[in-house]
């Protein structure tokens, strides 16, 4: 992964230490240049008993006060960066504040912290938007350290041709992610239930059909590509992914934002809460 400029986005909140030493781990390693940003709004500057004078006051009032919050932040920090500049932007919505940063910045990646008492790592429609929209990695960073065997879980969808070229860039995007963090790469691949199907009447020989040629392409990537290992899971990608993280002891789960089948469709179709909430790892987006 070739990302030398990173959009930190922070929060007021509990998990921004984990976010700025793991974005410094990064740095460090790619020697990236940083840029750290809070999105800020106030619906008091737009309300109609609001005079001109008053809304203005009161946001270069916030805005100077969460520049002094991000200098302070990084006051013992800045010495992991190789360069590091702050910005505070005006905007309802995270989404467009933090592409209208990262533009401004031609950011490489997107670094964004969730907190532990989140029920789901994806918690807003904004969220969402970051991620299908953006056009760019998005880490979202939860809050806990890295350990120090740091396995990254690459989830791809073998059984389709088609997503070739997106399982390609999500295994080299792991291959660099790991190799930066000084650890090692394992895929996951899960297809759907077949045990129980009416629909089926040899499940047993199709099960043994999927798994063998998904195995056969998967030891062909691996061959090229020092996987640590591969997980074949029959069943809902949610699950499928959870326990491959388990097993992995992954850090990082790394997958795409474009396909609507698979572990990576599932991730932006109807179960997506369901995967999400599941998943006790880091969570990098790339657009395939």
Known sequence: MSTKRYTIVINRSDETPFVLEKAA???????ADVQVVRIIHNDLVDFPH????????????????????????????????????????WDKRVSEGTLAAAREFNADMIIKGVGADAKYLVR????????????LPVLL??????????????????LNDAHDADNERIIRTSEHLASELGGNIHLVFAYPGISGS???????????QIEKTVSEKLHAISDSKNIEQLHIEEGPPAVAVNKAVLDSRAEIVVLGN????????????????ALLSKVDADLLVIPT
């Open 25 to 31: 781990t990064l740095a460090s390693a790619k020697n």
């Open 50 to 89: 609001t005079s001109d004078s008053e809304a203005q006051s009161l946001k270069i009032s916030m805005m100077q006060s969460e520049h002094t919050f991000l200098d302070d932040l990084l006051d013992d920090m800045r010495s992991r960066f190789k360069s590091v500049q702050t910005l505070v932007v």
């Open 124 to 135: 807003t429609p904004d969220d969402w938007n970051l991620l299908r929209e953006i056009g």
């Open 141 to 158: 960073l939860q809050e806990s350290p890295w350990e120090a065997d740091r396995a990254v879980l690459a989830a791809v969808d073998l």
């Open 198 to 208: 009416a629909l089926m009447t040899n499940a047993d020989k199709r099960r043994e």
């Open 258 to 273: 474009a396909a609507r089948k698979g572990v990576a469709g599932t991730l932006f179709g109807n179960t997506s809460e």
